[in-house]
Each structure stands twice: as structure tokens, then as C-alpha cells.
């Protein structure tokens, strides 16, 4: 299937520092699009991909799991690493939980993580039901598009595909566990009013986290999709801000590459 206009994958090679971007389950690079441009104007290598099975129709995620999805991010952050002299890898609700296992899996070769609003757990009924009702039915009502600023569109699928669902609970289940093995400086931003994913999962991450250098912001503004609200700037800027802070190269301009 041909990947929907505005959700294609997003590079640019900047600077010896390198940016990672994970979008969300069921999103797609356009919700992270002006987070990466903001950073490439800056004179950052961005690195922005399109998961498997996303960005295209919500049938195509039935036949992908999580490691599917975490295979690409890897494979992208070990071409970062061979082009940059350091690497930062930040993501947005299940881009998070991504973030989270790399940070975990590759340790002192990721500089720093920056994560917004967060997803490491399944909650309510369907932590319990999806095991069974994926085999009854191929998809509930989708989960994307959960923002405060009028006129501001995620895309993102409509449906949310049962299997990959379940598969997205077991990822969670690996990454809640490997959070102490997380030790890398943290920035993490969150919205008081996410109606996709409740407090308890950012304040289950800087609990259990073995970072000393945390810091979080409260994007009181916005809903779940906070790189596309209100908050958008401030996301940009503080992340920015955090990058710079533990790079020294940062700000060497380059030229603009991808889609």
C-alpha cells in the first residue's frame, strides 16, 4: 500500500549530533515532523522513520509486532551512531516505550533520551481481554488525534488493529521491566490532560529509572499528541535545550535530505 501524503519517513543530515525520532502506535511520522525540522534548523542529523505497518491503512499493522517496529528504530539509531559523534533517541507515547528499550539495550553509546507523555503499560479492561478478543475481532475505535489546539490533525489510523495491540502490551511488559537498566540523562514531558495515557505511566518511568539527570516538564496546555498542541514550541525548545546542554556540537548546519 503507498504511504499516505504527509506520513512519509523524514531525514536530514546536519551535525555531528544525531537525533532519533520515534513516532506513536497507529501514528506516523507527521506527528513528529515539525519536532524533527525544528531540530535539522538547528543544525542536528534527524533521523524520523516510518514504522512498519503504519502510515498507510490500519489492515497493514496486522501482520506487524513489536519487534517489527523496534527493529527499525535500531537498525536507524546504528546508522546515526556510524555518521554521528553522539546520538539522542526521543519519542512520543509508544515512541517512548521505543526510546526506552534502546536506551536500555544500548546504553552509554545513546548520549541522552528524551520522552513525551510516555506509554510502558496496558491499563484497564484491555490488558485482560485482548489475548481473546483479537481472535474474535480485527479492530476497535483508533486512539489517534487526542489534541487540545483547534485545527490541528494527527495522522493517524481510525482503527486500532487487536493483534498488533496485544503485541504493543508485550513490549510494554519487556520495557517496564529494563527500566533500571536505564541510566542515561532524561528529559521527560508530559500533559496533565492526556486522555490517552494516564500520569501513572511517567511517573512510573522516573521511578523506576537508574538516571541521576532527569528532568520533567508539564505541558499543561496539550493533550496526548503534544508535538502537534499548544506545547509544541516548548517541547522543541526544551529538547533542544537538553541536547545542546550534553553536546557540544550542536548548532553545525547541513543540508536537508528525505522526504
Same mark, same amino acid.
Request: contains cysteine.
Given at each position: 500500500?503507498?504511504?499516505?501524503? &504527509?506520513?512519509?519517513?523524514?531525514?536530514?543530515? @546536519?551535525?555531528?549530533?544525531?537525533?532519533?525520532?520515534?513516532h506513536g502506535f497507529t501514528g506516523?511520522?507527521?506527528?513528529?515532523?515539525?519536532?524533527?525540522?525544528?531540530?535539522?534548523? !538547528?543544525?542536528?542529523?534527524?533521523?524520523?522513520?516510518?514504522?512498519? &505497518?503504519?502510515?498507510? !491503512?490500519?489492515?497493514?499493522?496486522?501482520?506487524?509486532?513489536?519487534?517489527?517496529?523496534?527493529?527499525?528504530?535500531?537498525r536507524e539509531l546504528r546508522e546515526l551512531r556510524e555518521r554521528c559523534a553522539q546520538v539522542f533517541v526521543a519519542g512520543l507515547s509508544m515512541g517512548g516505550?521505543?526510546?526506552l528499550r534502546l536506551a536500555a539495550k544500548h546504553g552509554a553509546a545513546i548520549s541522552g533520551i528524551v520522552v513525551v507523555n510516555p506509554a510502558v503499560r496496558m491499563h484497564g479492561a484491555a490488558a485482560y481481554?485482548?489475548?481473546?478478543? !483479537?481472535?474474535?475481532?480485527p479492530s476497535v475505535g483508533g486512539l489517534a488525534n487526542d489534541i487540545a489546539k483547534d485545527g490541528k490533525v494527527e495522522l493517524g489510523y481510525t482503527r486500532t488493529p487487536l493483534h498488533a495491540a496485544y503485541s504493543l502490551g508485550r513490549l510494554f511488559r519487556l520495557v517496564d521491566a529494563a527500566l533500571p537498566q536505564v541510566t542515561q540523562p532524561l528529559l521527560l514531558?508530559?500533559?496533565?490532560?492526556?486522555?490517552?495515557?494516564?500520569?501513572s505511566d511517567s511517573a512510573r518511568v522516573l521511578s523506576r529509572v537508574s538516571s541521576t539527570d532527569v528532568r520533567e516538564v508539564l505541558l499543561e496546555q496539550s493533550y496526548h499528541v503534544a508535538t502537534l498542541d499548544h506545547d509544541a514550541e516548548r517541547i522543541f525548545e526544551e529538547s533542544h535545550a537538553f541536547i &545542546?546542554?550534553?553536546?557540544?556540537?550542536?548548532?553545525?548546519?547541513?543540508?536537508?535530505? &528525505? @522526504?
Amino acid at each position: 500500500m503507498p504511504v499516505l501524503p &504527509g506520513a512519509e519517513p523524514y531525514h536530514h543530515e @546536519g551535525g555531528e549530533a544525531g537525533v532519533l525520532l520515534c513516532h506513536g502506535f497507529t501514528g506516523s511520522p507527521q506527528s513528529m515532523r515539525p519536532w524533527g525540522e525544528y531540530l535539522a534548523e !538547528r543544525g542536528l542529523t534527524v533521523s524520523l522513520p516510518l514504522l512498519p &505497518g503504519h502510515g498507510t !491503512r490500519w489492515q497493514d499493522m496486522q501482520s506487524t509486532r513489536w519487534q517489527d517496529w523496534y527493529a527499525e528504530v535500531d537498525r536507524e539509531l546504528r546508522e546515526l551512531r556510524e555518521r554521528c559523534a553522539q546520538v539522542f533517541v526521543a519519542g512520543l507515547s509508544m515512541g517512548g516505550a521505543l526510546t526506552l528499550r534502546l536506551a536500555a539495550k544500548h546504553g552509554a553509546a545513546i548520549s541522552g533520551i528524551v520522552v513525551v507523555n510516555p506509554a510502558v503499560r496496558m491499563h484497564g479492561a484491555a490488558a485482560y481481554a485482548l489475548p481473546v478478543l !483479537r481472535h474474535v475481532i480485527p479492530s476497535v475505535g483508533g486512539l489517534a488525534n487526542d489534541i487540545a489546539k483547534d485545527g490541528k490533525v494527527e495522522l493517524g489510523y481510525t482503527r486500532t488493529p487487536l493483534h498488533a495491540a496485544y503485541s504493543l502490551g508485550r513490549l510494554f511488559r519487556l520495557v517496564d521491566a529494563a527500566l533500571p537498566q536505564v541510566t542515561q540523562p532524561l528529559l521527560l514531558l508530559r500533559s496533565p490532560r492526556d486522555h490517552v495515557v494516564p500520569p501513572s505511566d511517567s511517573a512510573r518511568v522516573l521511578s523506576r529509572v537508574s538516571s541521576t539527570d532527569v528532568r520533567e516538564v508539564l505541558l499543561e496546555q496539550s493533550y496526548h499528541v503534544a508535538t502537534l498542541d499548544h506545547d509544541a514550541e516548548r517541547i522543541f525548545e526544551e529538547s533542544h535545550a537538553f541536547i &545542546g546542554r550534553l553536546a557540544p556540537t550542536v548548532g553545525k548546519k547541513g543540508s536537508t535530505t &528525505g @522526504g
